[in-house]
Nanobody
Framework: VQLVESGGGSVQAGGSLKLSCTVSGLPFDDYMIGWFRQAPGKGREGVSSISAGDGSPYYADSVKGRFTISSDSAKNTVYLQMNSLKPEDTAVYYC??????????????????????WGQGTQVTVSS
């Protein structure tokens, strides 16, 4: 199983970035793919997740209206479009995969322990 993130970088406040997470070795449509982030000196937090099977998206309050998650089953890839970026969005962004059935049963989409597989992370830096 492999999750590979790409698309991180440095932008000024108000700018945009699009992250990608390509998944291999899993039945893509049976999984929820989540984006988490970890800022320096802070714990990891859930940002957004999507059911690869039915496309249902979920967002943390801190990114609603600014970030959009989408998936492409043909490419086994999930995208995170990040607009109106703020300095507080600076973090290492990780994608993770967890079984749809587990996450739907709990009704909570940002519990790290429910995600079995993780990528290596990509750095996003937003300057003021």
């Amino acid at each position: 199983v492999q999750l590979v993130e790409s698309g991180g970088g440095s932008v000024q406040a108000g700018g945009s970035l699009k992250l990608s997470c390509t998944v291999s070795g899993l039945p893509f449509d049976d999984y929820m793919i989540g984006w988490f982030r970890q800022a320096p000196g802070k714990g990891r937090e859930g940002v957004s997740s999507i059911s690869a099977g039915d496309g249902s998206p979920y967002y943390a309050d801190s990114v609603k209206g600014r970030f959009t998650i989408s998936s492409d089953s043909a490419k086994n890839t999930v995208y995170l479009q990040m607009n109106s970026l703020k300095p507080e969005d600076t973090a290492v962004y990780y994608c993770a995969a967890g079984p749809d059935i587990v996450l739907y049963d709990s009704g909570k989409y940002f519990v790290e322990d429910d995600y079995d597989y993780w990528g290596q992370g990509t750095q996003v830096t937003v300057s003021s």
